[in-house]
T-cell receptor, first 114, second 115 residues
Framework: SQTIHQWPATLVQPVGSPLSLECTVE??????LYWYRQAAGRGLQLLFY??????ISSEVPQNLSASRPQDRQFILSSKKLLLSDSGFYLC?????????????FGSGTRLTVV | AQSVTQLGSHVSVSEGALVLLRCNYS??????LFWYVQYPNQGLQLLLK??????LVKGINGFEAEFKKSETSFHLTKPSAHMSDAAEYFC?????????????FGSGTQLTVLP
């Protein structure tokens, strides 16, 4: 079965500092990978998804970017954090073609920008 | 395009009472439907899913949901609430298609269980 690893679990960063959140996948090859953000009271917002190495689709124009340097690695980055980037970030994965399996989620990163 | 509506962003029930969390979906093709649970500061965990087999689906922790095509609903129920059920619950719909951007989530329902 698929396992999603995310780190760090919590992060406090000053405004204007860079960001790098990493997500790795275990148990499957060539997964679809997703970055979501949860802001207070706003549900799940899809930020980026990737169907393969180097292939990134952006859902929401913003201060963030994503990269997929390896099949099982998905990175969320920012050059300069804003206060509005605070939130709970979740990485999710799905085996390609296996629609009925749904998504597997990582345990999330709580980002506070101060 | 598919969409999901969860009625009630906050639901409170007493311990031992029936839990009912509502989810309605919109889809132009037969969907797959999911319920996820999220405990504080954790990722989402799959509770149950409907994938076009039995319309009454049983999941973990005593939860179940019934797919009603005529009502375009997939409500989540549990006969007797437990304090440990307090969490946020998300309904999601997925099309059986080749699109990578497949899963659409509802806005979530926060369940509070009162002693």
């Amino acid at each position: 079965s698929q396992t999603i690893h995310q780190w760090p679990a919590t992060l406090v960063q000053p405004v204007g500092s860079p960001l790098s959140l990493e997500c790795t996948v275990e148990g499957t090859s060539n997964p679809n990978l997703y970055w979501y953000r949860q802001a207070a009271g706003r549900g799940l917002q899809l930020l980026f998804y990737s169907v393969g190495i180097g292939q990134i689709s952006s859902e929401v124009p913003q201060n963030l970017s994503a990269s997929r340097p390896q099949d099982r690695q998905f990175i969320l980055s920012s050059k300069k954090l804003l206060l509005s980037d605070s939130g709970f970030y979740l990485c999710a994965g799905k085996t390609q073609g296996a629609v009925r399996l749904g998504y597997t989620f990582g345990s999330g990163t709580r980002l506070t920008v101060v | 395009a598919q969409s999901v509506t969860q009625l009630g962003s906050h639901v409170s029930v007493s311990e031992g009472a029936l839990v009912l969390l509502r989810c309605n979906y919109s889809s132009s093709v037969p969907p797959y439907l999911f319920w996820y649970v999220q405990y504080p500061n954790q990722g989402l965990q799959l509770l149950l899913k409907y994938t076009s087999a039995a319309t009454l689906v049983k999941g973990i922790n005593g939860f179940e949901a019934e797919f009603k095509k005529s009502e375009t609903s997939f409500h989540l129920t549990k006969p007797s609430a437990h304090m440990s059920d307090a969490a946020e619950y998300f309904c999601a719909v997925s099309l059986n298609s080749g699109s990578a951007r497949q899963l659409t989530f509802g806005s979530g329902t926060q369940l509070t269980v009162l002693p």
